[in-house]
């Protein structure tokens, strides 16, 4: 549904959803030197990395690559 969906693993509930990408996400990862980022690839062929503090917009997208993005 091209939505970044945070969980709440205590609640079991979601936390955070966030219409990231035009298409589907197929990969994300979380910076293991910064708690608050996440990076996700999709089917539109672009990257974006989240501040999970102020998810609004991507703090970075990079865009041009040819095929989607199936690893970060």
Do not use: M
């Amino acid at each position: 549904d091209q939505t970044l969906r945070i969980w709440d693993v205590k609640t079991t509930g979601v936390r955070t959803v966030v219409p990231a990408h035009q298409a589907e996400i197929l990969s994300c990862d979380w910076c293991k030197y910064n708690e608050n980022l996440l990076v996700t690839g999709a089917v539109d062929c672009s990257l974006r990395g989240w501040d999970l503090r102020n998810v609004r917009q991507p703090v970075f997208e990079l865009l041009g690559h040819t095929y989607a993005i199936r690893r970060v």
